[in-house]
């Protein structure tokens, strides 16, 4: 496991379990602040940025495949899209199951629809030309080898030589070992949200970026670690393993 992280100016990151990223999410919300509705709104439009930025950079085209589950992670990149929808971009969302979605993911996705953004399923993704593909199916809330319809996304994702930014993690990769018990999403870039996870080895995840979610400093604090925000005056920033 990756214990530490450095920002480009030299700060040390502390990598976090997934045990304890779930200990810091229950007390941000049930004790502090922020409720998850704000910090998956924080985390869509860090990755609408991170998705800018990239686009910007290479020059690419306004169309974007964002696969999403039905969890935290689905909603995130949901909420990511919705923010692209709204710079004049060309989000279209593939859902891995939407009957099966979770509250505030299907809130997301309630917004989204009313916004006139594209939803189609699964099979229909074979039909679509994208500029730029956003991995939001699965992030710390693996536990065994990807299947089904989460299966044929990866499949589909890993297949295509499309720019491709994985939300938190990469889907099929434990947040803690790094390891993959099945098929896994190959990112060019992992945006990772709140602090870097243990398993975020570099040769799975591409280029890392940290995103702020607005935490406070005091929820750390209360699972033992000793935090300093390593963000300063932005919100996304790069880090790399400390060697």
Same mark, same amino acid.
């Given at each position: 496991?990756?214990?530490?992280?450095?920002?480009?100016? *030299?700060?040390?990151?502390?990598? $976090?379990? =997934?045990?304890?990223?779930?200990?810091? +999410?229950? %007390?941000?919300?049930?004790? &502090? @602040?922020?409720?998850?509705?704000?910090?998956?709104?924080?985390?869509?439009?860090?990755?609408?940025?991170?998705?800018?930025?990239?686009?910007?950079?290479?020059?690419?085209?306004?169309?974007?495949?964002?696969?999403?589950?039905?969890?935290?992670?689905?909603?995130?990149?949901?909420?990511?899209?919705?923010?692209?929808?709204?710079?004049?971009?060309?989000?279209?969302?593939?859902?891995?199951?939407?009957?099966?979605?979770?509250?505030?993911?299907?809130?997301?996705?309630?917004?989204?629809?009313?916004? *006139?953004?594209?939803?189609?399923? $699964?099979? =229909?993704?074979?039909?679509?030309?994208? +500029?730029? %593909?956003?991995?939001?199916? &699965? @992030?710390?809330?693996?536990?065994?080898?990807?299947?089904?319809?989460?299966?044929?996304?990866?499949?589909?994702?890993?297949?295509?030589?499309?720019?491709?930014?994985?939300?938190?993690?990469?889907?099929?990769?434990?947040?803690?070992?790094?390891?993959?018990?099945?098929?896994?999403?190959?990112?060019?870039?992992?945006?990772?949200?709140?602090?870097?996870?243990?398993?975020?080895?570099?040769?799975?995840?591409?280029?890392?970026?940290?995103?702020?979610?607005?935490?406070?400093?005091?929820?750390?604090?209360?699972?033992?670690?000793?935090?300093?925000?390593?963000?300063?005056?932005?919100?996304?920033?790069? %880090?790399?393993?400390?060697?």
């Amino acid at each position: 496991m990756i214990k530490e992280f450095v920002t480009n100016t *030299g700060l040390i990151v502390l990598a $976090v379990t =997934k045990e304890q990223m779930i200990k810091v +999410d229950r %007390i941000a919300v049930e004790e &502090i @602040g922020p409720n998850l509705f704000q910090m998956m709104e924080n985390a869509g439009r860090n990755l609408a940025l991170t998705s800018i930025e990239l686009i910007l950079k290479r020059s690419l085209g306004k169309r974007i495949m964002v696969f999403a589950g039905t969890g935290g992670n689905g909603g995130g990149g949901i909420c990511g899209a919705r923010h692209l929808l709204n710079h004049g971009y060309e989000p279209i969302v593939i859902l891995s199951n939407e009957k099966k979605m979770q509250e505030i993911p299907a809130y997301q996705l309630g917004i989204f629809r009313k916004a *006139g953004g594209e939803i189609i399923p $699964v099979e =229909k993704a074979k039909d679509v030309r994208a +500029d730029l %593909i956003i991995d939001a199916i &699965i @992030g710390y809330s693996l536990i065994s080898a990807p299947r089904g319809n989460v299966l044929e996304m990866i499949n589909f994702i890993n297949r295509n030589n499309i720019p491709t930014i994985s939300l938190d993690i990469p889907t099929g990769v434990l947040v803690t070992s790094g390891e993959n018990p099945g098929e896994f999403v190959k990112p060019e870039i992992t945006l990772t949200l709140a602090l870097p996870k243990t398993g975020l080895y570099p040769d799975k995840c591409g280029e890392i970026i940290l995103a702020d979610v607005g935490i406070p400093k005091v929820v750390y604090e209360k699972i033992g670690l000793k935090y300093n925000s390593p963000f300063s005056d932005k919100y996304i920033i790069p %880090i790399s393993v400390k060697e």
